[in-house]
């Protein structure tokens, strides 16, 4: 199967089931290698790899629908099976969501989110070894941005990355 395949089923499931005639984006559908490209799947790379056994399939696409557009990524192994690396990390990184889902109720802030998510990831980075250190010293040292350059995510709506309201004065803002 080519990447574009996997991108089709996707706006076809979208249209077919959802009613959603158009997407918010260009699909980003990279497998293997090509995971690690941002935004892959533009018009200079149109998700044109042909899939492997053994790739990871690392998905970001939406769809809009009645004005309103959201998206959701996602990565799961091509042949159904994660190897033992690869389980690790999906493991460190569904912990770390969980974490974050585990604490969200009222009051609690995109800030605190950030802090969650960050702290969680690197405990979690440390304790299957793949860091070593204070996880207190690599969180003032931002070690988290290199796992994680955009932070933990956007808001949604109107726009596929609709901008976060937060006071002029800057209060309640933690840098990325």
Request: charged fraction near 20%; hydrophobic fraction near 35%.
């Amino acid at each position: 199967m080519m990447e574009y395949h996997a991108m089709s089923i996707f706006q076809y499931y979208c249209y077919m089931a959802g009613g959603c005639r158009e997407m918010g984006y260009i699909p980003i559908c990279p497998t293997g290698d090509r995971c690690k490209i941002l935004h892959y799947g533009g018009q200079s790379a149109p998700n044109d790899k042909q899939t492997r056994d053994g790739d990871l399939c690392l998905f970001d696409m939406g769809a809009e629908y009645h004005c309103y557009l959201t998206d959701i990524t996602t990565t799961f192994p091509v042949n159904g099976r994660f190897t033992e690396t690869q389980a690790t990390i999906y493991n460190v990184v569904l912990d770390t969501v969980h974490a974050v889902v585990n604490k969200i109720r009222p009051g609690f802030t995109w800030r605190e989110a950030r802090i969650v998510c960050y702290r969680k990831l690197l405990s979690r980075l440390v304790q299957e070894g793949l860091l070593s250190g204070s996880v207190d010293e690599m969180y003032d040292a931002k070690l988290h941005r290199v796992f994680m350059p955009h932070g933990i995510g956007h808001f949604i709506g109107g726009d596929v990355h609709d901008v976060e309201v937060t006071p002029v004065s800057g209060a309640g803002r933690i840098p990325r």
